[in-house]
Structures are given as structure tokens and as C-alpha cells.
């Protein structure tokens, strides 16, 4: 009889939407760090939701332009969901220098982490799941492998190798790339996380009911655009 592993008899079978939920729940439970990079969409969102459930308190940490700005609009909105989540916003009160080598958004990030050590050494951000859940548009366009290898490929050089630059001495800790929860996104189909109609179809399941509506289904931007003129949420890539 087979002895290891104990849980072979599970191999094969179809992922459900509540064991990834357990899963994240689990990888936040163990992480010892009370503090939230918040950007008002959905992906921070929920990671502050299974924060509040862990947490007596919870700090969330948002970057824009003004107050006005969509991140910290709907960062405000998804505090003000919970009970025990203080948030704190980040108005830089002068231009942010690139530097030389600077990727898009390296600025922003290093401005952001610059703050925040301010108060934090630790802080939890939810890099690498737009790769791991299909969560930008290219993938909604051609929802290949070609095209989600691409951007998990990509995620080291363009993303990672960046935000362990440019966070400084802050520990920052990445949830969705933790073992447990990548293992089981890599045994989904991409049919099952993008189509024509939608991204990140299984955070979506996994948001609604926990998260207000316009967050949940609020368009996507990047960190890059934490300090860009935006106006208003427009349609389009």
C-alpha cells in the first residue's frame, strides 16, 4: 500500500474554490505581520480581509497623488469595511525622483517603502497572484499557456528582482507566492481563471460576499500609476 505521500489519494482532483481560501487564510495566519499594502483593489482587499479575521488590529498602507485618487478611494472604502483596520495614506508632498535603471513604477515603490519604514519593518503586499490567477489583460485577450508563462516568467525580472530593490530594509512578505497556495493554483486550467468576460475569475468567487461589490469588480491599474493624474476609473487597457 502507498505510505507516502499521506495524501496521494488526492492527486488529480478538481481544485475548489474553499480549499484555496483555507489555503490563503492559512499562509496569512502564519505570517506575523499586522501591517497591509493596500491599493483599493481586489487582490490587497482580500488580503486585508483574511488580515482582520486574524488580527485584533490591522494598519493598511495606501500611496496616491491626493486623496482623490482611485487607490486611495477605494483603499478607504475596504477599511471602512472592518471593524479594526486603521489606514494610513501617503501624500507625497514633492515629485518622486527616478532613478537611473529605474524599471516603471520603481519610483513609486521605493517612495512608498521609504514611508512606511517610517513606521513599519514588516509589511504584506499580494505581488504574483495577477500571474498565478490570469489577472491582466493579455491574458483576457489570449488566455494561452504561451501567454501565462510569459508573465510568470516575467514576474522575477520585472517585479520581484524590483520590489526586493526597492523596499529597502522593510521585510516585505508575498502570500500568494507562498508553496502551499502556487502547488494548487498550478493544477487549475486557465479556462478556469480567465475568459473573454473576465480576469481572475477564482478571486472573484472568492471575494464576493467579503469585499463591497466595487471593489471586487473595479478595473484594474497597476502600481505605476499610484501617482499618475488619475481622474477617474475609464475603461480600456
Known amino acids: 500500500m502507498i505510505v507516502y505521500p499521506s495524501n496521494w489519494y488526492n492527486i488529480g482532483e478538481k481544485v475548489d474554490v474553499s480549499s484555496i481560501e483555507r489555503i490563503i487564510e492559512n499562509i496569512i495566519n502564519d505570517m506575523r505581520c499586522e501591517a497591509l499594502s493596500l491599493s483599493g483593489g481586489i487582490d490587497s482587499a482580500l488580503l ?18 491626493s486623496e482623490n485618487h482611485p487607490d486611495v478611494v477605494y483603499a478607504r472604502k475596504a477599511c471602512e469595511w472592518f471593524d479594526n483596520v486603521e489606514h494610513i495614506v501617503h501624500i507625497p508632498t514633492s515629485k518622486v525622483e527616478r532613478l537611473e535603471g529605474d524599471l516603471p513604477g520603481d519610483e513609486f515603490v521605493r517612495e512608498f517603502y521609504r514611508f512606511v519604514s517610517n513606521f513599519e519593518d514588516g509589511m504584506i503586499t499580494g505581488d504574483g497572484v495577477d500571474e498565478l490567477m490570469c489577472g491582466y489583460y493579455g491574458h483576457q485577450s489570449d488566455p494561452t499557456d504561451e501567454t501565462y508563462f510569459k508573465y510568470i516568467r516575467n514576474l522575477l525580472p520585472s517585479h520581484l ?24 493554483l498550478s493544477m487549475i486550467p486557465i479556462s478556469e481563471k480567465v475568459d473573454s468576460e473576465t480576469r481572475k475569475k477564482i478571486m472573484i468567487e472568492i471575494a464576493n460576499g467579503k469585499l463591497p461589490d466595487s471593489i471586487v469588480y473595479r478595473r484594474k491599474y497597476g502600481f505605476v500609476n499610484a501617482l499618475s493624474d488619475i481622474r477617474e476609473e475609464r475603461d480600456g487597457d
Open 48 to 65: 486585508l480581509y483574511f488580515m482582520s479575521k486574524s488580527r485584533h488590529k490591522v494598519r493598511a498602507y495606501t500611496i496616491g497623488y
Open 161 to 184: 528582482e524590483p520590489l526586493h530593490k526597492n523596499s529597502g530594509g522593510v521585510f516585505v512578505y508575498l502570500p500568494y507566492l507562498d508553496d502551499r497556495l502556487v502547488s494548487v
